[in-house]
């Protein structure tokens, strides 16, 4: 029994050694206690902005909200481009970074943007403000760095002008417009409704009646907001032409002034005339058509000559005339301008009727509508125009005419011609309608 005793303790006791030595290993003496964790950071060390032509890249990194020093963060990173597309100076902005760890707890990051500058930009242009042009753009290029002329329609921009133009001309506003159909500017002025014309006087004329002038710009010009400039080239649209109908080449207007009389709700615009030497035409010239006989027909109808005074109401005239002869000779595309070169020494202008004829058009097939049997032969008979001769638009309209003169037919109440021409042929095909 003792023996059993022995035993068993003896196995309890290599069992509990075995257990401990599997719970509690015994480190090596050789072993290192583990690395405690490092946690990293990424800082921006630098912003730049490439790609402007207008801009510094120290005048833009500004606007992104971004500088050295700062916690980098991707979010931040589109905030930032976002910030720039907002300003609405750039058409495009795009972002990137790059990072470095040249050992420790921090990354640098760099971040660099490129944009590409606003393809539309405006001159300025002020009114109304009380200030030399000069004096008003030497402000702003003083109070608002970021500010060029031509400058980009950006909201960031026209805040800051507007901020620093307020205290010297008082509030004002801004928008694009034109004096002319080609050009566009801003146009900064003070804040409210413009003023508008509500009449137009005349003064110094003498060949042609102050009247007429006033009656050739009221339709152009009462109701409309005042600007010189722009009244200016509606004078050119309106007044001008008379003067060049008269003779009067030179003529100018040396004084335009804008007063608020009582009892008038507008502004009452005065106008002085100078209405200069009269022209004479020196020489009369085409230009553009070939062949001798064409060229014959065509300035005999022009019916000018040198020695006329240079009337260019009938100049105009004149070019419509010579336009139809060459229209008629089968160039349907013809076109025309007149050019003038005028010498103020001698008082005179050289006239040029520059036609452009365009490609030929022949006649083609005629066909008959509304005719019997027996009509419809004799009426092909008193056609004129034969296949594959130069086409005269007004040949078909005259031809019936005719028809109608000689009274033909019995009852004939409309008859209607119609020409269609083919672009790639060049040969018109015409159809004659008898009602």
């Not at 944009?115 to 001159?123: E, S």
């Not at 960031?156 to 928008?175: E, H, Y």
């Not at 566009?184 to 409704?193: A, D, N, R, Y």
Request: proline content about 7%; overall charge neutral; aromatic content about 6%.
């Amino acid at each position: 029994m003792a023996g059993n005793r022995l035993r068993a303790s003896f196995a309890l006791a290599l069992l509990a050694s075995c257990v401990s030595a599997q719970t509690t290993p015994r480190r090596p003496a050789s072993a290192k206690p583990a690395p405690a964790v490092v946690r990293t950071s990424e800082r921006i060390v630098s912003v730049q902005v490439h790609g402007s032509k207008l801009y510094t890249s120290a005048e833009i990194v500004p606007l992104t909200g971004l500088r050295a020093g700062m916690t980098f963060d991707r979010a931040a990173l589109e905030a930032a481009r976002g910030k720039l597309v907002e300003t609405n100076l750039f058409s495009e902005v795009s972002g990137e970074y790059k990072t470095s760890n040249k050992g420790g707890a921090t990354i640098a990051v760099d971040i660099t943007f490129e944009v590409v500058d606003a393809p539309l930009r405006y001159t300025v242009h002020f009114d109304r403000l009380g200030k030399p042009d000069a004096e008003l753009q030497a402000l702003l290029h003083q109070k608002v760095p970021l500010y060029r002329e031509p400058m980009p329609y950006s909201t960031l921009l026209l805040d800051q002008v507007k901020a620093a133009l307020a205290p010297v001309t008082g509030p004002v506003a801004a928008r694009i417009t034109g004096d002319t159909p080609t050009e566009q500017f801003l146009l900064i002025h003070p804040e409210g409704k413009p003023p508008v014309i509500a009449e137009v006087k005349f003064s110094g004329g003498d060949v042609i009646p102050n009247d007429e002038l006033v009656f050739a710009m009221r339709g152009a010009a009462v109701g409309i907001e005042y600007r010189e400039a722009l009244f200016r080239e509606l004078l050119k649209l309106g007044a001008v032409p008379l003067d060049d109908a008269r003779v009067r080449i030179r003529v100018k207007f040396p004084k335009v002034e804008a007063s608020s009389p009582p009892g008038v709700p507008g502004l009452l615009v005065t106008v002085t005339v100078e209405e200069g030497p009269s022209y004479e035409i020196s020489e009369i010239k085409l230009a553009g058509v070939d062949g001798d006989r064409l060229n014959r027909d065509v300035m005999r109808v022009a019916n000018l000559k040198p020695g006329d005074l240079a009337n260019f109401e009938e100049v105009k005239a004149a070019q419509a005339r010579m336009t139809g002869i060459v229209k008629r000779n089968g160039y349907l595309d013809a076109t025309s301008t007149v050019e003038r070169v005028i010498d103020d020494e001698k008082h005179s202008v050289a006239v040029t009727v520059r036609i452009e004829p365009g490609e030929q058009y022949t006649f083609g097939r005629l066909t008959l509508k509304g005719l019997d049997i027996i009509a419809e032969p004799q009426i092909k008979k008193m056609w004129g125009l034969d296949p594959g001769k130069p086409f005269n638009p007004e040949y078909p309209d005259t031809f019936l005419a005719r028809i109608k003169e000689q009274r033909l037919f019995d009852n004939l109440k409309e008859t209607k011609a119609t020409s269609t021409p083919n672009k790639t042929t060049r040969v018109v095909d015409v159809t004659l309608e008898f009602r």
